[in-house]
């Protein structure tokens, strides 16, 4: 007790040196060429308490504004610190209006927005509605503190490229523009130049492939900056005026980490890696694993961070050895959204030196049934190497899309605000006589189809097994045609590559549900007009043709209306590609828990529990799975099964499960035959047991199927 204690002290008495001493180390080392600040609506300077000085928008040399506008100051002093007098004024605009500043250089920017509504006697700002774009790219659309909840203020930091060339040559121009009858407004802005090479030309993919370029046009929004294991860090403690902020909220398990601080004076900056990456304060503390160099400590460090789905994001980890006392002695494993981002990471064999920091960048896509970034760290799957795995800081930024954008939707009410009333009124007049001729049209067609004879229709997609080879034209059928097969209860749509690569329009990047360990998922509208989902395998992934066959067999077989159904799959020009019905509500989880959707009642969840009872489970096939897991997880290693009993007990069950369906299934054929023989091991006495102990006999009558095939091949296990 008194040790931790005199820990807790001595990290606390720490962490007080670090951030009073890195304003000291930091602001010598690294000095933007220049930055920008502007107090928008202020009538004189205002110095903060970190020693930025921001000047009012009419006094600054560098700064452009038009058309007019109103300014706006506040009675009210808001809040008790001096960093708060910059949300005491701020401008307002009724028309778009533009802020021209002149960067003097070209290359990303760092871009800084305060927004704070200032309460005054003329406008209601919190009511505001308005948009932001900056050089082109979409920053805020929609925007308003009236549906953002409790917030009071909002600040939003951006990275901007300024190209040279053209008339916003070595300009940023940044626009705001009112909604409808609403206004705009702006407290204060920030442009501050980077050093070169902040940003990355390329980044590796998650999972793991060919690094992935970065566009130069591409824009970032700082969704997350944190300092692991330390304490937050204001822009005081970051020569470029950044914010780091504390871990400890976004630890999934806090009983799984530990803090580890050193001096930040020890942290040392090799090529590549400057203090414009991060101040040493934050490669100076860690995270590392609780009970770490302790055997057969099986655990990941997990962070969760909720972002916006359907965007890709830059992932930056920052690493700096301060646990280990020699080289090569810190090996860790390290995954994003569950897939292995690094295998067996080895920090000191990119620095060949101890408390050297480093960095590595990771771009991911988060789809639209996920609304989280999920970091882990855990120790190798290599026993040798002491378990402990570290991260020392972490940065999460948001890219924007090929539209331009960092907002996900733009609501239509965006285009007409800048749409005159007399252009208004000429595109309804053109669109309703377009309707008028289309709708006589289609009545006509409508009619020609009434009077003409109908045809029988022929069956315009093939049904076929599950072909043993890929990509081999033998196996193709012509149209209207079927195929007969013993294995009828295995059957699968088989669609043309060319209708799937139709109906998601040759895999669009904007129809991307998705990513998983298969591959991509897509959004696609079939010649029937079906919405599905298509899965596309992709060739680097782990899993092969094996496991293809075998999603196919088994879900072809299932049929629920809980379950998502297999509509059919292709397998042409050696492609894996599963076909799925289009779940327009999201996933299940959402209309359970941590979402904005409707919840589903009790009710409606036991009677799907219920209704999944009573589908094909089979009880004594339950039972003895059950069973079968029960005894693997008993205490002592000599009182588990060995792994020839598991996949014994595992057959059995599968046995059982699948005699029950086919007695479902056929209870209304005519082939049906009621007396399914019982599959019954051989067994024999073990060696030197007694009586009661048995052993299973492993011979040539026990056929391992598709589905454990694995588990038999200790490769595959």
Known sequence: MREDMCHSNCLYFTWILCVLYVPFITSASFIPKYSILIDCGGSKALKLD???????????????????????????????????ILYNSARVFKENSTYTINTKQIGRHWLRLHFCPVENPHYNLKSAIFSVVANGIMLLHGFSFSKSGKQSCLFK???????????????LVLTLSPFNGSIAFINGIEVVSMAEGQFPPSALPVPLGPAVEIPTHVAFETAYRINMGGPLLTPKNDSQWRIWEPDQSFLVNAATARNVVVNPSLVKYLDGVSVEIAPNCVYATAQEMADANVSDQRFNISWAFEVEPMFTYLIRMHFCDIVSTSLHNLVFNVYINNQSALDSFDISSKTMELSAAYFIDFVANVSMVSNRILVQVGPPDLRYFPTNAILNGLEIMKMSNPSDSLVRNLRPDYIDSKTPKRKKWALLAITFSIGFVFLALISAA????????????????????LATHVGNSDSKVSIGSFAST?????????????????????????????????GKVYKAVLESGDVVAVKRGNPRSQQGLTEFRNEIEVLSKLRHRHLVSLIGYCEELDEMILVYEFMAGGPLRKHLYGSGLPSLTWKQRLQICIGAAKGSVNLESLRKFGETAEKCLAEYGTDRPTMGDILWNLEYALQLQEASIQMVSAENSANYIPDIPEWVPQIEPAEGGGADSVSYKESDTITSSGVFSELGDPSGR
């Open 50 to 84: 970190d020693g930025r000085v921001f000047e009012p928008d009419s006094w600054n040399q560098y700064v452009g504004l038009s058309p007019n506008s109103h300014i706006v100051v506040s009675g009210n002093k808001i809040g008790k610190s001096n960093d708060s």
């Open 486 to 518: 013993a294995h009828s209860r295995s059957l699968s749509r088989v669609l043309a590559f060319s209708e799937i690569r139709e109906a998601t329009k040759n895999f669009d990047e904007h129809l991307v549900l998705g990513v998983g360990g298969f």
């Open 446 to 465: 409508f009619y020609l189809y009434l009077c003409h004879p109908k045809k029988p229709r022929q069956q315009s997609s093939v049904w076929l097994p």
């Open 157 to 171: 930091e951006y990275a901007i490229q300024v190209v040279v060339g053209g008339s916003s040559s070595e300009k």
